[in-house]
């Protein structure tokens, strides 16, 4: 009865401020429009360059001496790594062989033996989730084995992407502090003004009705509630909408013959947070008003 009777004065105060109410809406979606398209921009860079990664293959190249001992051994080495997606190991034998594949080299070349050109390797595709520290430790381990000789990796890009995921984290951090401030402000100022144009003579009669505090707070927090939720669904719908007109042509634009890339939308778990946060910050943007407002009134009243 109670929670019915606070939903209902919610609403009554959402409809009777609705001018009010409705700009808080507006820069609600707006905060939550650009939100998530920073969002967008962030994960599509980190899945670009993890992209790249992964569709370049790196080379484990050994030692000539290395022996069928040794070559388990790396094996060993590289099958435990998390960051790799798959290997091969790539005899001398088999290497001259693709190469005269390759080169249409016909039998009747020069009687060599592929041990004196070719060393012994491993050919590695990295998973595109692979982390720095996955990476240091096959470096780490792969220099304590006598066999290994050295690794021919683009090592530029593989930074590159360790450096997009370090720093995805401090802009991700930046917005969530931009949609808390916002959020704060939006609805502290929205129901302070919905509360000096017509709220003093309700909390006055909820106060001589015998009401607490919790009893003025609740519709004004539910009625916040409601604005931060229309206002994110607003904003994540025209987001999702541009996402949807504009991929198409985006994925057309990132697609080179050899190598494309679609880009992906935002993960769900991202946008509830902004939700959330959303939410929590609004209600200390309330709270803190109707703490103030209220006190107004008692400092008014003595």
């Known amino acids: 009865m109670r929670i019915s009777f606070f939903l209902k004065r919610a609403v009554l105060n959402f409809l009777r401020n609705k001018y009010n109410n409705f700009s808080s809406i507006v820069n609600v979606a707006v905060v939550s429009f650009f939100s998530i398209l920073i969002l967008f921009v962030i994960e599509n860079a980190i899945e670009f360059v ?6 370049n293959s790196a080379v484990i190249v050994l030692k000539d001496s290395a022996t069928l001992e040794d070559i388990k051994g790396v094996e060993e080495i590289v099958s435990k790594q998390k960051g790799i997606e798959r290997y091969r190991y790539i005899s001398p034998t088999h290497a001259y062989e693709e190469l005269k594949n390759a ?18 390797l491993f050919e590695l595709k990295f998973s595109r989730y692979m982390e720095r520290e996955d990476f240091e430790r096959l470096k780490m381990q792969l220099s304590q084995n006598i066999a290994f000789q050295e690794m021919r990796v683009n090592l530029d890009l593989i930074i590159l992407s360790f450096k997009f995921k370090e720093y995805s984290i401090y802009f991700k951090g930046i917005i969530i502090f931009i ?3 916002s959020s704060f402000y939006i609805l502290s ?12 003579e309700e909390i006055e009669l909820i106060e001589l009705l015998g009401g607490d505090s919790l009893d003025i707070k609740i519709p004004y927090i539910v009625e ?3 604005v931060v939720s229309i206002g994110f669904l607003l904003g994540l719908f025209i987001a999702f909408g541009c996402f949807i007109t504009v991929l198409p042509y985006i994925s057309k634009m990132l697609h080179f013959g050899v190598f494309s890339f679609t880009p992906v939308v935002v993960k769900s778990i991202d946008v509830v947070f902004v939700y959330l946060v959303l939410v929590i910050s609004g209600f200390f943007g309330v709270v803190k008003f109707i703490n103030r407002f209220i ?8």
Not at 103 to 120: C, I, Y
Not at 189 to 200: C, F, S, V
Not at 295 to 302: I, R, S
């Open 189 to 200: 100022n929205t129901i302070g003004l919905n509360l000096n144009n017509n709220r003093r």
């Open 179 to 181: 949609v808390c401030i």
């Open 224 to 226: 916040g509630i409601i």
């Open 103 to 120: 080169f249409g080299l016909s039998a009747e070349v020069a009687d060599l033996k592929p041990e004196r050109l070719l060393p012994p």
């Open 50 to 55: 993890d992209r790249l990664v992964s569709e």
């Open 295 to 302: 006190e107004g009134l008692y400092e008014e009243g003595n």
